[in-house]
């Protein structure tokens, strides 16, 4: 890893201050108030607090690197140019989870440089968790701990291999991939903490047949790529960032934990 990676651990208390922001606002009983973008994708306060403090802490500590973040993007559009290096945030990825009361919604923070992810940290606040980037590779920690746990992906279990999917998935499409990428077991999970649970080692793969944007993903990318994982651009494709001429979107990809 790149001594970019240490930038990780700065990420990592920035996330973990907007999660205590938004960590009020989520609600078991799903009652969370918000409104719907031009997409109608739901935002909500939670959304826009998080990212205010996020970029104003980034802006304190890196005042050089340009942010694109999903509020601002949302409500102004994504910038028509990007240079090599610049921010991806997401305040609160899964907001559908976080308003309905699943505890699996994530703060993102991602650095690329050269169209790649160089670090990272991905907060869990409803699970007290932490995943980010050092130079050693992915660490882990309990929200505000000076305790940091290495992580790792495991090899590919034979037969036991799990699959992280999305609520909405149909059975016959989940069918489908489990023939095409050979995984044994599957999991529902939402936002980013899919890649996080490859990157420790409690799952193997996660293939993505639909539409997500940089923001989504960038974070918790090299979190895996730290902890020996990848992703990879559906069909071995390359997996870039930085599409700015493409307003950020991604095309369909495959994160991966280790092979058997």
Known sequence: MSDDADIGRILA?????AGRLVLPYWSHGGTVAHTSK?????????????EKIIIA????????????????????????AIGPRFFLVDPVDGTKAFMRGDPNFTVNIGLIQDRRPVAGAVCAPA?????????????????GSTTETPVRVRPWPKGEAVALISHTMKPETVDKLAAEY???LRLALDSSIKFCRIADGTADIYPRHGPTSEWDIAAAHAVLEAAGGAVEGYQGATFDYG?????????????RGGQG
Not at 127 to 133: G, I, K, L, N
Not at 243 to 255: G, I, Y
């Open 13 to 17: 208390d920035i996330v973990e201050e």
């Open 38 to 50: 031009a997409d109608l994708s739901p935002v909500t306060e939670a959304d826009q607090i998080g």
């Open 57 to 80: 802490r980034l802006k304190a500590h890196f005042p050089d690197i340009p942010v694109v973040a999903e509020e601002h993007a949302a409500e102004f559009g994504t910038p028509d």
């Open 127 to 143: 699970s007290d968790e932490t995943w980010f980037t050092t130079a050693g590779g992915a660490m882990k920690r309990a929200m």
């Open 182 to 184: 050979g995984f044994d």
């Open 243 to 255: 599409k700015a001429d493409k307003r950020f979107l991604n095309e369909w990809f495959v994160a």
